[in-house]
């Protein structure tokens, strides 16, 4: 027992060992090289630097927008524009008597965040193209208004830009001002995507459902974004301003924006460190292809044709050499059960989670009529029956992606709300899906770290900030994803991409996210479909050990054989209705399942 026990630690030790940061590596080396370029180039080398930096600046909270989140805000050039022109009308005295520059960047920043989130809203109920083109209808209405309001922004002639104090006024204090504000910008945004906020963004863009049922409200991880990303667009803008010197309308044009979504494009999605490469890269590009400058739209366009065509992912996956390394192969899934009961604690008395009299109609079609439930603590209840019999639509009615037409859920002697899938995990309800729902761009640990959203009390300045709230419970939440893969037997590929991984062990992923919560209820949908048999009976091992901890587990299951062998209790569904209800050998024996479901 001391050797197995031995064995397991240091399987746990090598497993939470992380392989370096890519990320960091190149970021400390983009730094490197920009406080080192006065030294490597002349004064014109230095103002393209600047621009990479300003432009960076904006860039840095858009990635969170678009790379992060997935939302198409084409348009964020606007954001740009009203920084620009509130920074230069403040410090020129167009409405007030004239401030410092230091004193209008910061209520520029204020005036984008507003701005940041009513561009952003849309984006809640609109998505991909409609969400694009009503952020470059917002950048249309702004340059309208810069055009019209000629007593402030000086119209068509423009106005000018805000006078650096010493000793940022000259191009090399400009310079290393710039690049501290990008180098603040870029230590900002990666605490944001390293902490649970930037993994439920990327959660919410590749698999939405998975995220609700994981306790992640995508309005409320959003808006905070949205306030961010406008505010460095606008402290962008304002830096901008400071480098042109003089702004009109024409300086900010559809290509700039084109530039700055498409160095997010070619970076690599969920990256930081990618994009930052993209920016550069497309600032510099018409700097040495200067006969093609006037050509800069279809060379960005050009440029993302390739990415996407030879390397989808982006740079940032060129450059991820970790996950080149080949995996071995005829891999098996060990998981160790063991482990669980340390884990996954639950109290003697608990309540149960009911279904009373539960319908629901699609159009003339009543997918589930008068369903009644009892899943009990402790106890694995299988549900079982012929395809279309209503079986995952039940569970999605408890999991409140569909509310009843008729009936009432419970929980203990509480009243379930029905929809509101995203609030199912604070109750202590998490499930899995038919096909595993897998954000396949990150590590297999990042996957089972977003089940436990709700375990994380930081709010959102404090993951900005990095304050120590926020690390310890990164690092809680780390440690128990790192056990719990431990536990499903796939500790071994913890700093894996899950994109690949087998059929069979995404299954096991899924698993071991739903129990981050230490679920008092788990809803598997299916979950041995594609397994071998082995793997089932494993699979089977496992959840008979979650329900020993105190976990009510109700099994939605084709294989009929594993369902008898664990299962406490089983209801058959045939039509939407229950066809009979009782423990196995019950089901075994009752005519009309046999004839209707199991043959025979």
């Not at 080398?45 to 969170?64: D, E, F, H, M, Q």
């Not at 497309?282 to 996407?308: G, H, K, M, N, R």
């Not at 008729?406 to 203990?412: D, I, K, P």
Request: glycine fraction near 10%; aromatic fraction near 8%.
């Amino acid at each position: 027992m001391s050797t197995q026990t031995a064995n397991n630690s240091r399987a746990l030790a090598n497993a939470t060992q992380q392989p370096v940061g890519t990320q960091l590596v190149w970021i400390l080396t983009a730094i490197v090289v920009a406080l080192a370029l006065p030294y490597l180039g002349n004064d014109y080398w230095v103002s393209i630097g600047t621009r990479a930096a300003i432009y960076w600046v904006l860039i840095s909270g858009l990635n969170l927008v678009v790379g992060f989140a997935g939302q198409l805000a084409i348009g964020y050039v606007a954001l740009l524009t009203i920084g620009a022109y509130t920074t230069s009308v403040l410090t020129a005295g167009k409405l007030f008597d004239p401030i410092s520059v230091f004193f209008a960047l910061p209520i520029a920043a204020v005036m984008g965040a507003v701005f940041g989130v009513i561009v952003g809203l849309p984006a809640l109920r609109l998505r991909t193209f409609y969400f694009a083109m009503t952020t470059l209808g917002f950048a249309t209405i702004v340059t309208q208004i810069a055009l019209a309001w000629q007593s402030v922004t000086g119209g068509g002639i423009g106005i000018p830009g805000p006078e650096m104090p010493a000793p940022f006024d000259g191009n090399l204090g400009f310079y290393y001002l710039c690049l501290g504000f990008a180098a603040i910008c870029t230590w900002l945004s990666t605490n944001v995507a390293r902490s649970r906020f930037g993994s439920g963004l990327i959660a919410v863009r590749d698999a939405e459902v998975a995220a609700e049922a994981c306790g992640i409200s995508k309005s409320s991880l959003l808006i905070p974004i949205f306030i961010l990303a406008g505010a460095l667009a606008a402290v962008s803008g304002g830096l901008f301003a400071g480098l042109q010197t003089y702004i009109t309308p024409d300086a900010f044009t559809f290509e700039l924006s084109l530039l700055f979504f498409i160095s997010i494009l070619i970076g690599g999605r969920g990256s930081i460190y990618g994009p930052m490469i993209g920016t550069i890269i497309l600032v510099i590009l018409p700097e040495i292809a200067a006969p093609l400058a006037a050509w800069s739209t279809f060379l960005y366009a050009f440029l993302l044709l390739v990415i996407v065509l030879a390397m989808p992912g982006g740079i940032a996956v060129l450059l991820d050499f970790n996950n080149r390394r080949p995996l071995e192969k005829h891999r098996t899934v060990a998981p160790q059960t063991a482990l669980l009961a340390a884990l996954n604690q639950h109290q003697s008395v608990q309540q149960s989670l009911g279904l009373q009299n539960i319908v629901l109609s699609f159009g003339s079609v009543r997918a589930i009529d008068g369903v009644t439930l009892d899943v009990k603590p402790g106890k694995i209840h299988g549900l079982i029956g012929p395809n279309g019999s209503g079986k995952t639509t039940t569970l999605n009615v408890i999991s409140g992606y569909y509310s009843p037409n008729q009936g009432t859920l419970t929980l203990g002697t509480e009243s379930l709300p029905a929809g509101m899938p995203h609030v199912r995990a604070s109750r202590g309800i998490s499930r899995t899906f038919q096909t595993p729902r897998i954000v396949g761009e990150i590590s297999v640990l990042e996957n089972v770290m977003i089940g436990g959203a709700t375990k994380g009390h930081a709010n959102f300045l404090q993951a900005l900030l990095a304050m120590p709230q926020e690390r310890h419970e990164r690092k809680a939440l780390k440690e128990r994803a790192t056990a719990l893969l431990q536990v499903v037997g796939l500790g071994a590929l913890a700093h894996v991409r899950t994109d690949r991984l087998q059929h069979s062990e995404l299954r096991f992923i899924e698993i071991a996210r739903a129990l981050m919560i230490a679920p008092d209820f788990l809803m598997l949908d299916e979950p041995a479909a594609g397994l071998s048999n082995d793997e089932i009976k494993k699979l089977g091992a496992l959840i008979q050990a979650i329900s020993a901890c105190g976990t009510g587990v109700l099994l939605v299951e084709h294989h009929v054989d594993l369902i008898f062998e664990i299962c406490d209790d089983v209801t058959v569904l045939n039509l939407g209705k229950i066809l009979a209800a009782g423990t196995p050998d019950e089901i075994r024996a009752h005519k009309e399942v046999v004839n209707a479901y199991l043959g025979g």
